[in-house]
């Protein structure tokens, strides 16, 4: 079979495509914490270094992080659904049936094994690096509310699966083989997370994403891991 040749309206389209989610991604973190700050300095009669200092509050930047993730699963999943979904897509069932759950959690505890074994490397190779991470994760701590739990259990990994398994991967698949595409939008992914050791394991785990969504033909297959 007869690769498509790929041509410099292709490259531009990938290209573009990534700029679009680097800029809605930043461009919904803007336009929140400037709306929050509005309010606190003409609501709240703040001035702006009070209005930044209480956006550390922990509820109110879990709020805003809410509306930020909550934000990227609706903008990113109509633009995959309606721009880049393929009209046979595989049945709901299908995707879910009780083999590929069973498959899903033993690839979940896989991902968890590798993600441990990902931090012990690093903690024996760059102890100081792993020292500045554990450091982050508790500067990171924002309890464990019913808010906290939707954010990160629910809507931020979603939002993901859409920006980088969904848009990034499926634009770079019309360019460059499977295997370059699923290597770009890890990388991608690891890249976002803006830690060296998120970043790590971040990577390896959107290698394993990416090939699911492959295996399955569905971007569910990654969302239910």
């Known amino acids: 079979m007869e690769q498509k ?10 290209l573009g495509s990534i700029g679009a989610v680097l800029g ?21 009669g703040c001035n702006v270094w009070q209005a930044a200092q209480a956006l550390y509050n922990d509820t109110i930047l ?23 979904v393929k ?15 069973a ?7 896989g991902l968890q094994f590798c ?8 903690n024996i190779v760059f102890p100081a690096v792993m020292e500045s991470y554990m450091n982050l994760l508790k500067m990171m701590d924002i309890g464990n509310s019913w808010l906290t739990v ?34 770009l939008q890890a990388a991608l992914f690891g890249v976002y997370h803006m830690n060296l050791v998120q970043g790590v394991y971040a990577f390896v785990m959107g290698l394993l994403l990416g090939y699911l969504v492959k295996k399955c033909d569905s971007l569910l297959a990654s969302i239910g891991v």
């Open 5 to 14: 040749k790929v041509t410099a309206k292709d490259v531009l389209l990938l």
């Open 24 to 44: 809605v991604y930043l461009g919904i973190q803007i336009v929140g914490t400037i709306i929050l700050m509005a309010y606190f300095m003409i609501v709240q």
């Open 62 to 84: 879990m709020g805003l992080t809410g509306v930020m993730h909550l934000s990227f699963v609706l903008i990113f999943g109509i633009w995959y659904k309606f721009g880049l």
């Open 87 to 101: 009209k046979n897509k595989i049945p709901f069932k299908r995707v879910y049936s009780i083999r590929n759950v």
């Open 103 to 109: 498959c899903f959690v033993v690839l979940g505890f």
């Open 115 to 122: 993600i441990s074994y990902v931090l012990e490397l690093v």
């Open 150 to 183: 939707v954010v990160t259990v629910c809507l931020a990994p979603i939002g993901e699966e859409l920006m980088f398994r969904g848009v990034i991967m499926s634009y770079a698949r019309k360019v460059m083989p499977f295997v370059w595409a699923n290597l």
